[in-house]
């Protein structure tokens, strides 16, 4: 049996409102990183606050930390969570055929969404006293229609895709294992060794896709990501950065 990664706390419900709202509850109190798993959520949620269903099976879990330096760097910390999903995956299939990572914050399996992530963070005179990072994975089933966006990528299950069934806290374990190392490596040596590793899994590098926000849309060709994580594309008028975007292929 693997042993839990040191300085790490754990938390397993079986029931909760939303592992995102127990890290708001706990944040202050802690005096290290937290990890937050539950079984069942009554009221979780997705990106913009949308209701997030998630049958029980599937994985749903915050990681709480007390991230150091400006809120941009905190945010990085999406990469992290990619990485350390796409090695988890592998622990538990003994494979990386078919996985890949979609900028900013989705695990992609055989070309459709198998994890999110997503950030929450609170801070005081515009600094992040702590992070919430939110990790669903649908390990037996994927989300029903009715909450899904428009154009979003088509969800697929780990059990759909391989037709092996993964326990959720065993998943969380390989999670952890792999976030510390990445957390590690970031706070050794920067963004950049992560920025590499991120950009060799990456979905759709060099090839056309669109980048949406509230006010515009911009279609290009997937050059890289920046040093500060931004999406970089290149355009009909040249390259264009994007720090936050919804994308589609």
Known sequence: MKAWPHGYGRRVFEEIDSTLNEAARIAPTLAGPEW??????????????????????????????????????????????ALALFDAFVA????????????PNDVLLNGGKIAGILLESAG????????????GVNLIAGPPDDILE??????????????????PEDFLLELALS?????????????????????????KLGEVIT????????????ETVDADGNLVLNTAKGRVSIPAADVYF
């Open 36 to 81: 937050i798993m539950a079984y069942h959520q009554t009221a979780g949620r997705g990106r913009r606050g949308r209701v997030w269903k998630n049958p029980r099976g599937n994985f749903s879990s915050t990681l709480v930390l007390r991230p150091e330096g400006p809120p941009e760097q905190a945010a990085l910390r999406s990469f992290v969570a």
């Open 92 to 103: 538990v299939t003994g494979r990386a055929d078919g996985l890949s990572l979609k900028w």
């Open 150 to 167: 428009e154009r979003a990528t088509r969800p697929v299950s780990l059990l759909g895709e391989t037709g092996l069934k993964v326990e």
């Open 179 to 203: 976030f510390d190392k990445y957390e590690t490596q970031l706070r050794t040596y920067g963004f950049e060794p992560i920025r590499t590793a991120w950009l060799t899994r990456a979905a």
């Open 211 to 222: 980048a949406r926000t509230a006010t515009s849309e911009t279609v290009g060709t997937f």
């Open 124 to 135: 005081i005179g515009g600094g992040v006293t702590h992070l919430a990072v939110g990790i």
